[in-house]
């Protein structure tokens, strides 16, 4: 494949926070020097037609008037070109600088189709090819980056099943029996599964940050379309009760999956009921009897946390038949393949604050209908603005600096609100996560947020805030423990004390401490040990950072704090997507209510977690680039960034626009539309893909943002 044709400003897009503007000419539309002159119409007559209705034209002046006419076309030529000059000139003066990464060489094997696909031992990123080359190790001959040898992909997909077989006596042995679930109350239509590739393609480029191993993650196998989506209706007809989406698409040895996948008819699903069932049938899973547990001589059977998983949605938003397939896979792996441990739920803004909801049933329910596919009607639970000036009544005096110019209680500034009353609302579940609706993942949910709670469950205290202040970098930093190591380091040789247990600072009214995050011994006498085999209280995607070391633009939009004192210390992660405890949201409740306190949404969450000594990690999920960033480039401006307004958080965020998960990366959106089978940039799909390779085939990733989809073109 020939290096893509990319257009850095495609990669810009428009998003509601304003951090930093961005370098570039402004339009020349409205400017007098490339405006349209104004000319005046002359009448089909000699200027001198008053005096002379028939002039007499003598050889002289015929040669006068040719004279003339080549002395006009030759002054309008010569002021064409010089326009045109003047243009280029202006145009060129007028493009942006580019950033120091986009210098970098693009990285193309993320491109690689499923006919390259190989076993992972084979596999050989494109990253270690580029090192090779520079190198000039002749073994690299040996690592094309494209391979057309096969027609079809040279492996077979197979079903992709990443729980624990609830059937076994094992699992059976410390747990209660899991009850199969169904998408319909007859239990005729049995649950569909998803396929993977048991490959990568050859030379698919390597993540940058995060590690499938560290989290216990498969990563031998790759998704494609079909194989991901094709059981949830993107491969079949609407007829047949599918979506009809891949008639365009490239589908070579796509077939083989209905060898073995029934396809369902989703006209008839309601997945309210389908999710409601499937919790019943499994109640006895989640739900504490002490009493009974009191009186049995057997030891008790361990208890399954129960989640909430809630998509952030509003009044007039559009589902495309795109995120109509993701919501469904999020419910069938979610929820129903794991016997009920969760439930995804919509939480709806209403936008418009006349709507009274609150008043009538029938306006409630007809909301949700006007505004939510019919298959999920029965999921939603609607919030309004003005209910939560209600709920959390003014006033919230002593605010630092309100950059948004915004009210406290608008969705911008206090997004958190809605969470924090559907926690006490709906107290039966252990954990919230909160989840937009932009966001997309290639690979299994349910794997994807088992693997990082277990992960974050197993992460010692000690250390934890300073680790969650970086990126992990698996190619430079080694291994999970020499990562530990090195930060420890970092900090021993560092001013900065430790984070160990509730951070202490000057104040004037907080809520008492929890007697639980009270650290049993001193820093240094711990070896790693408190916390591990604890639940995380906050899981965030992004590192948690400290915004007054940057010049992050709402790092000072804090209330109800005493002025006359320096501002709390706080902590920070960029996107608002988390999983949060229980325990956390009743505390981020009563600090709202109680307290009147209140930070910006990204703040809110991890300076609570903070200030009380909640458990809180960064997850490190992996996350792609699309340049071949040096290793030690890519540390120093993510990790450790000369001056505060070099932090990739605030003015240096231009630094993200590149890869696959930040509030502003292009990358994320142009690449999973790719993977759909659309042209980016102009490359990609069908065409090119039948040409090549064939469709992309992709490692589970999580990307951010996706504004919009498209299929196969």
Known sequence: MSPI?????????????????????????????????????????????DRWRRPRLSLGRIIMLMVLALLLSSMIATGIVRQHRYNDEQRKKGERKLYHWEHFPRLNGYYNGIRSIVSFKDWVPEQEVAKAINAGNPK???????????KE????????????????????????????????????????????????????????????????????????RFGRFGPYGYSYSREEGGLGMSGKSESAGADKIWNREKKIDYKGVNWSDAQRRCYEKNKVRFVKNETAEANSDTPPKKKVPRHAYILRTWTGYKYSDYQIL??????????????????????????????????????????????LPEEFWGMATLWSEQQMKSYYPEPFPNNVYNHAKAPVHSVYRSAHFALQWFSQAKPDYDFYWNWEMDLRFSGHYWEFNTKIGEWAKNQPRKGMWERASRYY???????????????????????EKPVWGPVKFENTGMLPMLKETTPPHSYLQDNYEWGVGEDADLITFNPIFDPAKTNWVFRDDVT??????????????????????????????????????????????????????????????????????????????????????????????????????????????????????????????????????????????????????????
């Open 326 to 371: 993701t919501i469904r896979a999020m419910i069938n792996e979610l929820a129903l393949k794991s016997g009920g441990e969760y439930d995804v739920h919509f939480l709806m803004h209403v936008k418009d604050d006349s709507i009274p909801i609150w008043a009538s049933e029938e306006i409630y329910q007809k909301t949700i209908r006007d505004n």
């Open 560 to 713: 109800g704090y005493d002025l006359e004192l320096p501002e709390p210390p706080r902590r920070c992660a960029i996107i608002t997507v988390s999983r949060l405890s229980k325990r956390m949201l009743d505390i981020m409740h009563r600090e709202t209510y109680l307290m009147k306190h209140h930070m910006f949404p990204e703040m809110w969450p991890p300076t609570v977690a903070f200030h009380h000594g909640l458990k809180a990690v960064y997850v490190p999920h992996a996350v792609y680039f699309d340049h071949n960033w040096p290793l030690e480039t890519l540390d120093n401006t993510f990790n450790r960034p000369s001056k505060p307004t070099d932090s990739v958080f605030g003015w240096g965020e231009h630094n993200q626009l590149g890869n696959s998960f930040y509030y502003n990366a292009g990358f994320s959106s142009a690449w999973w539309r790719r993977w759909l089978g659309s042209i980016e940039n102009e490359e990609g799909g069908t065409l090119q893909e039948e040409a090549g390779s064939g469709r992309l085939c992709m490692r589970p990733v999580l990307f951010h943002p996706v504004k919009f989809e498209r299929g196969a073109d």
């Open 140 to 150: 690299t001959q040996k690592w094309p980056l494209l391979s057309k040898e096969h």
């Open 473 to 495: 970098i698996p190619e430079l930093h080694g291994s999970w423990k020499n990562f530990t190591d090195l930060v420890e380091e970092e900090t021993f040789n560092s001013d």
């Open 153 to 224: 992909p040279p492996l077979d997909p197979v079903p992709f099943n990443p729980y624990p077989d609830f059937s076994t006596g094992v699992y059976l042995h410390s747990h209660e029996k899991v009850e199969q679930c169904y998408l319909d109350q007859d239990e005729k239509i049995e649950l569909p599964d998803i396929y993977a590739y048991p490959g990568v393609p050859q030379n698919m480029s390597a993540p940058s940050f995060g590690s499938y191993e560290e989290l216990g993650m498969e990563d031998k196998v790759c998704f494609d």
């Open 5 to 49: 044709k990319f257009n850095p400003r495609n990669l810009f897009v428009r998003t509601r926070f304003p951090y930093e503007k961005l370098p570039g000419a402004d339009s020349q539309s409205s400017s007098p020097l490339f405006s349209t002159p104004m000319i005046k119409s002359w009448r089909n007559r000699s200027p001198f037609s």
